[in-house]
Each structure stands twice: as structure tokens, then as C-alpha cells.
């Protein structure tokens, strides 16, 4: 399985931003897909995920401005980002999870909000 993502780059307070992650290769059928995001010189934390069946979650911090969405046909995730905060300001990483418990990264992409 690859994982390829797109769409980071630099964003105003206030903007818009949407990345996207298309997987490639054997899929199953039921996984969940997510993103994360890693600051410099933290940890990687979950940013926002959703279930082959439509179900999502969110981390407190970006309930109401982001949004997650999947196509299953594409078997694409993305990740809409309304009124982004400095804070926000990360790599962001695309995630797949068989339900195996199998675990898939992608390549990172960075987001940089400026105020």
C-alpha cells in the first residue's frame, strides 16, 4: 500500500487549505483513514480520522474548522482546513489502517500558517 499526499503549503489566518491522500496497491476493503500532524520538536498526534463506513473524529482543536471526508471509489481522504491557526502550522501525515491493525503512512506534507 502507498500513500501519496498534496496539497500542503503556506496559508494565511482565515484561509482555506485542503490536502488530499490517495492509496495505492492492495487495499481491504474496511479500513479507517486519518490524518496526523507533527510540529517541530513534538510528538505526531492525531489530527482527524474516518471509517470506510463514513464514521469520523476529531481532536478537540480543529472540531468546526476542519473537516474530514473520504472517497471510497478513489480510495482518496482529504482533509478541508477552514481559518487555520499559527498552531496548526505542522507536517501533516496521511495514515490508512487495515483492520488488520496493519498500519500505512504516507510522505508528510507541510502546512505553514501564518498570522
Known amino acids: 500500500v502507498q500513500l501519496q499526499a498534496s496539497g500542503g503549503g503556506l496559508v494565511q489566518t482565515g484561509g482555506s487549505l485542503r490536502l488530499s491522500c490517495a492509496a495505492s496497491?492492495?487495499?481491504?476493503?474496511?479500513?479507517?483513514m486519518g490524518w496526523y500532524r507533527q510540529a517541530p520538536g513534538k510528538q505526531r498526534d492525531l489530527v482527524a480520522t474516518?471509517?470506510?463506513?463514513?464514521?469520523?473524529n476529531y481532536v478537540d482543536s480543529v472540531k468546526g474548522r476542519f473537516t474530514i471526508s473520504r472517497d471510497n471509489a478513489k480510495n482518496t481522504v482529504y482533509l478541508q482546513m477552514i481559518s487555520p491557526k499559527p498552531e496548526d502550522t505542522a507536517v501533516y501525515y496521511c495514515?490508512?489502517?487495515?483492520?488488520?491493525?496493519?498500519?500505512?503512512w504516507g510522505q508528510g506534507t507541510q502546512v505553514t500558517v501564518s498570522s
Open positions: 496497491g492492495s487495499i481491504l476493503r474496511f479500513n479507517a
Open positions: 474516518i471509517t470506510s463506513g463514513g464514521r469520523t
Open positions: 495514515n490508512l489502517k487495515e483492520v488488520t491493525g496493519r498500519d500505512y
